[in-house]
């Protein structure tokens, strides 16, 4: 069995502020990492992927994560965000099928 | 362009009654998903589907039908049995079947009210 815990449901950040959205997994086997990105009232977008290899992986919109195994985290950073980066943020593991976290709301404050 | 169209965006429908959510895809892909969001709970699973004329049951499937009788499209059928349909339906597509490394693509939603 698979699982994701997103411990904050919402995270309130200043416009062009660094912020950290936490993810953290649970799987009894070798799993794959997604951040997915969904705006009001629209369908989910992938961010980034993490399947194998280097264990930071970067999105073309500045965000970034890093998968940390110890830790079994796949948290995503962004240093300095913008306004147009209010959304949801959703964190997945797959492996034979994805589990979605129950999401974080990111609110960019001008 | 290529994607996945869902219809329609907002559906009402009285209690009781059984109502079919559209999702079409041309992006030629084998896997195609229904899941469903509910506020604070993320997406959960109901059903999928790896090939044409064949799919499974998902986490939350009771209440729920689909069919694939065309490789582009993935009709989902909410049933007078689902006792709570009120929700954001997402449909997803992808190249690989599940347990592949492909990315899911998802459509715009469509947001059914029972009223």
Known sequence: ?110 | DGGITQSPKYLFRKEGQNVTLSCEQNLNHDAMYWYRQDPGQGLRLIYYSQIVNDFQKGDIAEGYSVSREKKESFPLTVTSAQKNPTAFYLCASSAGVMGSTDTQYFGPGTRLTVL
């Open chain 1, 1 to 110: 069995a698979q699982s994701v815990t997103q411990l904050d449901s919402q995270v309130p950040v200043f416009e062009e502020a660094p912020v950290e959205l936490r993810c953290n997994y649970s799987s009894s086997v070798s799993v794959y990492l997604f951040w997915y990105v969904q705006y009001p009232n629209q369908g989910l977008q992938l961010l980034l992927k993490y399947l194998s290899g280097s264990t930071l992986v970067e999105s073309i919109n500045g965000f970034e994560a890093e998968f940390n195994k110890s830790q079994t985290s796949f948290h995503l950073r962004k240093p300095s965000v913008h306004i147009s980066d209010t959304a949801e943020y959703f964190c997945a593991v797959g492996y034979q099928k994805v589990t979605f976290g129950t999401g974080t709301k990111l609110q960019v404050i001008p």
